[in-house]
Each structure stands twice: as C-alpha cells, then as structure tokens.
C-alpha cells in the first residue's frame, strides 16, 4: 500500500514539476523578450537579438527547472513521509495494540486458570493431609484408651 502511494505521488509530483516548469519558462521567456526586444530595438540587428533571446530563454529554464525540481523533491519527500506516518499511525498502530491487548487476555486467562487449579490442588492436598492426620489421630485415641483400659485392669485389684 505505501509503495504505490509512494508511486503515485512520485508520478504526480514529477507531472507538475515539468507542467509548472513548463508555464514558468514560457511566462519568463516573454517577459524577457519583450523586454530585451524594447531594449536592444534601437541599435542591435534581429539576428543578434534573436541569438540573445535563444540563449538567455535556455540558461534560464535550466536555471527554473532546476530549482522548481529541488523545491518539488523536498516538498515531495515531505509529503511522502506524512502520508506513511498517517497510514503506519491508522493500520499498524491499532493492529499492534489489539495483538497485544489479545496476547495480555491469554496471559491472563492462563494466569487465573493456572491459580484456580493449583489453589483446588492445594485444597485437595490439605484435605488428604486432614484426612490422615485425622485417621491417625482417632487410631492413636484408641490405643491409648485400650492401655489405659488394659492397664487399669491390671493394676485395680477391684476391677474384674
């Protein structure tokens, strides 16, 4: 897309330049004649007048065509890198963003789901955990009840 904004605006610009440089030439030319005509009708023959006229008219738009290029090469360089800064700011800008606001939404889902499992986990093992410590505790009242029950027996002469 901007190689061909690029191409078109390069063409553009490069068909103005010569119209521009064109119509000034043309412009300059005549006031020049009219001017040299006015000045030199008196005492200089045509031929002299005519070879004055040919090749001030040709230094001169070489002179205009030169700078109407330069001014056109800047002003074109200018334009050019505006429009790439529009378009890079209007698709690419946005589209970064979005990619990265999808990217961070994944992070995050990955995020939340990877603390809910490992949080279930947790709440599984603390269970377990529970679970034995539990077991083992009631198994350990009970042995301490059947040796005091057994030692009571053994040490009360009354207890039959």
Same mark, same amino acid.
């Given at each position: 897309? !901007?190689?061909?904004?690029?191409? *078109? ?10 119209? *521009? ?5 043309? !412009? ?22 005519? @070879?004055?006229?040919?090749?001030? #008219?040709?230094?001169?738009?070489? *002179? ?23 378009? !890079? ?16 939404? @994944? ?19 603390? #269970?377990?955990?529970? @679970?034995?410590?539990?077991? @083992? ?15 009571? !027996? ?7």
């Amino acid at each position: 897309m !901007v190689s061909v904004l690029e191409k *078109i605006i390069k063409k553009e610009i490069s068909s103005i330049g010569t119209t *521009i440089t064109h119509l000034i030439s043309q !412009v300059i030319e005549k006031t020049i004649s009219s001017a040299i005509a006015k000045s030199f009708q008196k005492g200089v023959g045509d031929k002299a007048l005519n @070879q004055l006229e040919k090749s001030i #008219s040709s230094k001169l738009e070489a *002179i205009v065509a030169r700078q109407i290029h330069a001014q056109f090469q800047t002003s074109s360089k200018q334009a050019l890198q505006e429009a790439l800064k529009t378009s !890079v700011e209007a698709s690419v800008v946005p589209t970064f963003e979005m990619s990265c606001k999808a990217l961070f939404d @994944q992070i995050d889902i990955k995020f939340q789901n990877g603390l809910v499992k490992h949080t279930i986990d947790t709440i599984n093992s603390a #269970s377990s955990i529970t @679970q034995t410590l539990s077991g @083992q505790l009631t198994d350990g009242q009970r042995k301490l009840l059947a040796i005091a029950t057994n030692s009571k !027996v053994a040490t009360d002469p009354f207890v039959a």
